[in-house]
């Protein structure tokens, strides 16, 4: 298994798996570093149990990750046939999005307001300030 917080065990599970800052794994890192060193990563920990609880990622979401080839075609069914709530499949997603590449989170975001859900919409303006929040502060 994978978390947010470290790298996937599973294999390769992302179509991009290039290095850059979001590929990073954090082990031990406090929350001050790990938002130094990759503001994407602090942000997606910061909003995870609001994002897990509000994302719907069977709206558009999956489907066009896979299709800008940033989730791999296993993890979009692994996260469909594995996970039976919708709770459980965004849990999935944001475990396993840190380690899929550096265009990742922006992709994420891209997803969400592609999806044209007022929730989701609202979810990437939220994502975006916060990055946008965090790279002022530093």
Known sequence: ?????????????????GSGSINTAVT????SSTQK??????????????LKSS??????VLDYLYSNFVISKSLRD???SDCTTAESKAG??????????ASAFREFVDALIAS???VHQKLAKKLMNMVKNDQQSL
Do not use: F, W
Not at 28 to 31: E, P, Q, R, T, Y
Not at 93 to 101: A, H, N, R, V, Y
């Open 55 to 60: 994302v719907n990622v069977e709206d558009h």
């Open 116 to 118: 044209k859900t007022s």
């Open 28 to 31: 031990s890192a406090s929350a």
């Open 92 to 101: 999935m997603l944001l475990d396993e999005l840190p380690s899929c590449g």
């Open 37 to 50: 060193s990759d503001p994407h990563r602090s942000v997606l920990l910061q909003c995870y149990v609001e």
């Open 1 to 17: 298994n994978s978390s947010i917080y470290g790298s996937s065990s599973s294999g390769s599970i992302c179509s991009h798996g």
């Open 78 to 80: 692994r996260i469909r």
